[in-house]
């Protein structure tokens, strides 16, 4: 969630939460513009239930950080540094009686190189997938996910996080003017043991829309497990049969060049 300064929109990220029936167990949020966690406390910025964690800089614009429900256990993993100057992040393992699992949260400053960014990105998965993380990504990415049959170097991105099984979860605008809509709030995973809900709340704390995902065990019922299945039974088949039906199909379908010999066809 993007807040452009998280004292001056606090109010809205609290009445968003009022909004909706659950509250999250955990708000990833970006350009907070905190100096320190200290800022937090000091000015009163942690919304009621949650404890804040986020990344100290210099900068004055971006920053990123999470505020992480009181009774969820975590710790910040040091070993993922930053990704880069450019860029800023902050990567958690959440446990849970479940199994745990990576959060991110990530910025790129828009005046950074993007394709760079998207290789360290990219490794940063690999080394996850590597290490058999279950994660959740997500942030601003600032690389606009368009037209992937027009745009062939957004294709060339996304195509090579589907190789490391990295599902892409938002596919719509999360940044609309009057003059463009755009797809630069991201959000990834590997996770396939769960059902995973995503979306936007057409709600505006900046001018970036929210996204979130919710992820439910999948539980199958074993005395369903094959109600929908269907097989092919073989136990009558006959090859010649199989032969004799598949030249008559080929005879109809092929059209013969009247000038070569039938044996050669």
């Not at 596919?171 to 003017?177: C, G, Y």
């Not at 992820?215 to 199958?220: T, Y």
């Amino acid at each position: 969630m993007n807040v452009r300064s998280i004292s001056k929109n606090l109010y809205k990220l609290e009445n968003f939460l009022l909004a909706i029936e659950h509250c999250p167990d955990g708000i990833a949020i970006t350009e907070t513009k905190l100096k320190n966690s200290k800022s937090v406390v000091s000015y009163n910025l942690q919304p009621e239930g949650y404890d804040f964690v986020n990344t100290d800089t210099n900068m004055n614009a971006g920053v990123v950080g999470f505020y992480i429900n009181k009774n969820i256990k975590f710790h910040v993993l040091s070993n993922i540094s930053p990704l880069s100057d450019d860029c800023e992040s902050l990567w958690l393992e959440i446990l849970t009686n479940q199994g745990n699992f990576v959060l991110s949260v990530v910025y790129r400053h828009p005046v950074s190189n993007h394709t760079l960014f998207g290789e360290m990105v990219l490794n940063t998965i690999r080394y996850l997938s590597d290490h058999k993380h279950l994660y959740y990504i997500c942030g601003d990415f600032y690389i606009i996910l368009g037209n992937l049959e027009v745009e062939s170097n957004i294709k060339d991105y996304v195509n090579s996080r589907i190789s490391l099984s990295c599902k892409l979860l938002i596919s719509k605008p999360t940044r609309v003017s009057d003059h463009s809509a755009t797809i630069i709030d991201h959000m990834y995973t590997n996770d396939n043991k769960h059902d995973i809900l995503s979306g936007i709340p057409i709600y505006e704390i900046s001018n970036h829309l929210p996204i979130f995902s919710t992820a439910k065990q999948i539980k199958p019922n074993a005395r369903n497990i094959y109600k929908n299945n269907q097989f092919r039974d073989m136990k009558c088949f006959c090859p010649e049969n199989f032969v004799f039906d598949l030249q008559q199909t080929l005879n109809q379908t092929i059209v013969l060049d009247p000038e070569v010999p039938p044996d050669v066809i």
